[in-house]
């Protein structure tokens, strides 16, 4: 069963997306964005850390979803889809861990050779 607000969202999406959604969106950085409202009047859109959307339109001050809102909520999904791409493919487990192993060799034989030199150095201190 479908929620009044969720449809109401729902809505909100549709009429952003008809109007040209995140291309009237300006981001101003800090969860601010501008958007060019339909009349050509420009309202400002606030996200706050927990992902609320406010804004200065006349539905918005009313606590009203608008599709103000909705296009800087589009925007975002835009922005967080395009970052979820990772830059290169993830390790496997496999490699992950024989890397892993190689380093943690790699270290013990350092140990070993500085043991050895001090080993040395302690020796030759003795004999000296
Ligand atoms: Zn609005």
Redesign the pocket.
Known sequence: MTTGTRSQYQACIDRAQRLGGTTRVTELGGGAYCVLGSRGDV?AVRVDPEGNFT?T?P??RHETA?W??ASAWLLRVAQSAAGAIPAAPPEPDATVRARLLAESRERTRTITELEGSSAECFGSTVAA
Do not use: I
Request: glycine share 12%; aromatic share 12%.
């Open positions: 309202y804004c339109c539905a918005g608008c103000h809102a």
